[in-house]
């Protein structure tokens, strides 16, 4: 499972929010991305674009 943080605030969350990407998949070369809060209250589903402009990879935790 990778950890991303927040560089901005997007979709009402505060910069440094942290997330874990909960699963990916791409169709016809769209890629689209889960993530989760840290405490896996709240999910939101993000294309890839937004994943680069506004997340930052930290770290992959097994």
């Known amino acids: 499972m990778k950890v991303y943080r927040l560089k901005r605030q997007f ?3 505060k910069k440094g929010t ?3 990407l909960i699963s990916e ?4 070369g769209v890629k689209e991305f889960v ?3 840290k405490d896996l209250a709240n999910r ?4 890839e674009r937004e ?3 506004n ?3 930290i770290k992959e935790i097994f």
């Open 18 to 20: 942290h997330f874990y």
């Open 25 to 28: 998949s791409e169709f016809i």
């Open 35 to 37: 993530l989760r809060t």
């Open 55 to 57: 997340f930052i990879f």
């Open 44 to 47: 939101i589903s993000i294309n």
């Open 11 to 13: 979709n009402g969350y």
């Open 51 to 53: 994943l680069l402009k």
